[in-house]
């Protein structure tokens, strides 16, 4: 799943506020993997798990492996810089990072009410344990944090069960289908359009 269109950077947000929703969506998860923010420390990290994010999965990111690795540092540290209208969030375990997850939203008056989230990739390894629902977690408590922000949408692809039950799990509802949304290789893929909405109770699926 992915975000469309690219981070919008603005004045840093407190940090301290940033990590404690990632220490809230960390409960369940295992004592020895926690959750924070990304900054521009982390790029170089960041860079490699999304090429391999790429690598597992090249049906559920529209990047192709030369694109993703085409990005400069700089362009990398500007979606890492958390703001009001962006922050990514990582798991970690020791200092190795296993997961990511983004939260953007718009910066324009009339769609800053909606964030997306995108890139969730956890590495296979890791898998299963958690870590997944605990990034979404921070995702959500950080668009909670934010005030004004009333639904979060996401992309998934269709021929993904596993991705689509998570999601439903925590309220995320199916609006609508892309057909052919992406195209790799030769085969095309549906997406399912997916919504949580943070202002009033979840839509019957």
């Not at 990005?71 to 990511?100: C, K, M, W, Y």
């Not at 969730?120 to 979404?136: D, H, S």
């Not at 949304?181 to 943070?198: A, C, H, I």
């Amino acid at each position: 799943m992915r975000a469309r269109g690219r981070p919008v950077p603005d004045g840093r947000f407190g940090a301290a506020a940033l990590n404690a929703e990632a220490d809230a969506a960390t409960q369940g998860v295992r004592d020895d993997v926690f959750i924070r923010p990304l900054d521009v420390a982390d790029v170089a990290d960041y860079a490699d798990l999304r090429v391999a994010a790429v690598d597992d999965a090249p049906s559920a990111f529209w990047p192709t492996r030369d694109e993703e690795m085409g990005r400069s540092t700089a362009e990398i540290a500007a979606r890492l810089q958390p703001t009001r209208h962006q922050t990514v969030f990582g798991a970690f375990h020791q200092q190795q990072l296993i997961g990511i997850a983004g939260l953007r939203r718009e910066a324009l008056r009339q769609v800053r009410h909606k964030g997306t989230v995108w890139g969730l990739f956890v590495a296979p390894q890791w898998r299963r344990q958690g870590i997944a629902r605990a990034l979404l977690q921070a995702v959500i408590a950080r668009a909670r944090e934010l005030g004004d922000m009333v639904q979060i949408h996401l992309y998934v692809n269709a021929e993904n069960p596993s991705a689509h039950a998570l999601y439903a799990s925590l309220g995320f509802v199916v609006y609508g289908r892309e057909p052919r949304s992406m195209r790799v290789g030769g085969t095309y893929y549906d997406e399912e359009l997916m919504v949580l909405f943070l202002d009033r109770a979840p839509l019957q699926a």
